[in-house]
């Protein structure tokens, strides 16, 4: 059996992770970005399966798939149809019994899982690739996938993206993140700015930085929470004992406990909404499964963390151009 996988998504850093992903188990992955271009290719490549995403330019996943499973030129290869939108269990008996799908899966999918099914499906590759082949100048046939200022690395399963904002804007590395839903550390540059973000389940859980302002106590100052006085008194309680400046406040009884908890959540989340102020920048996820997070720091879906961060800094300028 053969193990050519055709991946039809117009998500650059979806078509980017299944790459890297498939690749190092040893299959041959090809990427299309659109509708039209994956018939086309069906034809040449001749793929073993295709994992084909539902909402693509030029021509939507279910007619696409409609035209794979009704060609008359051999026996179509087995197709899976993937959605983050269409998640009804209406929508997913239409995608099998109506457009001809072997396998509906939601986004966010689970990379584990998409790959047993990917074996049940055709088999197991014979021998795991020892490297993926760098990508021609139209990578829209071609068996690599590497966007312009982003690449992506499995090794032994876990998974680093890296690039630039100007390719991958913060929105979109945070919806790919999520979509992902695997835990890391999200590494981010811009200006002598640093700031790395712990990522549990595809969302954001802390965010450490190396902006003054933004440290908890200066933080609280800009709030209106405490004075600059109390802020240093705080700091250097905190310093001496070696205690978190949360305690100390309690300590001081400047702060309640659940004061604490609530502040430090609305600076989880303005540390995250300053990135996206950023005009550029270099970004870095490292897997970790070491890495530890209160999905509740931030109280807010990934979705409106990119609402909110788009409100509160893309000028419609930049949100049109995007």
Known sequence: MGHRILVVDDDRNIGQILHASFSAKGYEVYISRNGEDALEQLEELRPDLVLLDVLLPKMNGWDVCRQIKSRENGTP???????????????????????????????PFQLSSLMDMTVRLIGEPDAVAEAAPSAPADDAAAPAEEPAGGEAVVDDERVELE??????????????????????????????????????????????TNIDD????????????????????????MEASGRLLGTVLIEMDLLSPQQVVNYLRMQVRDKLFEIFSWPSGTYRFIEDRSVTGDLQNVEMSVANIINEGVRRHYPYGRVSAW
Not at 92 to 101: P, R, S
Not at 164 to 189: A, S, W
Not at 214 to 221: H, I, K, P, R, T
């Open 77 to 107: 290869p087995p197709v899976i149809l993937m959605s983050a939108v269409y998640k009804t269990p209406k929508m997913q008996l239409e995608a099998k019994q109506k457009y001809g799908a072997d396998e509906f899966v939601e986004k």
């Open 163 to 208: 690039g630039t904002l100007d390719d991958v804007p913060f929105p979109e590395l945070l919806h790919t993140l999520y979509v992902m839903g695997r835990p890391g550390r999200l590494e981010m540059t811009s200006d002598g700015k640093e700031k790395t973000i712990s990522v549990m389940d595809g969302y954001p859980v802390s965010v450490r």
């Open 214 to 237: 933004e440290l908890f106590g200066n933080y609280l100052v800009r709030q209106h929470v405490i004075t600059a006085e109390q802020c240093a008194e705080a700091v250097k309680k």
